[in-house]
């Protein structure tokens, strides 16, 4: 783990640094909101240790902030006004990138849906029956279980 940097005495020069940690936050977001909606597996798990080091910084960017509240009234309104416009882009850039990891979610739920199902179809196309004395399958071969999950059999 990286170390984690301590923002400047100055208060406004603190606030100009949390601006820059915004600006990677978003950038990181928007590249992997686009590898998301591009399918882009390998570009999507590329940026996944850097979107942890910059939520580590920016984490303790905040904390850091939070803690000299008292300080922020005295700061230069216009760099205040700035990090307002910037945590709310951030937070529409966080929305579309939230909506964009559920549909890769939802898709890659399906994709197993779809591969369990076609595994039990397998299993009992490919079953074997056992015959009796008679010739007859057994009713006990036929309602055998096919188990495809810790709580599911067929």
Known sequence: MTEQKTLSKDTNTALRE????????????????TALNNID???????????????REYQNDMGQILARKD???????AIKNTID?????FSEISKNNLEA????????????????????????KNRGYSYGETGAISSAAKRR???????ESV
């Open 18 to 33: 949390i601006t820059s940690t915004i600006k990677k936050m978003e950038k990181i977001f928007i590249d992997e909101t």
């Open 41 to 55: 597996n390998k570009a999507f798990m590329a940026l996944q240790e850097q979107k942890l080091t910059i939520a």
């Open 71 to 77: 300080e922020l009234r005295k700061a230069d309104p």
């Open 85 to 89: 416009q910037m945590q709310a882009k």
């Open 101 to 124: 990891i559920g549909r890769m979610q939802r898709c890659t739920e399906k994709l197993g849906n779809t591969m369990r199902s076609a595994a039990i179809r397998a299993a009992q």
């Open 145 to 151: 279980a096919i188990s495809s999950g810790i709580s």
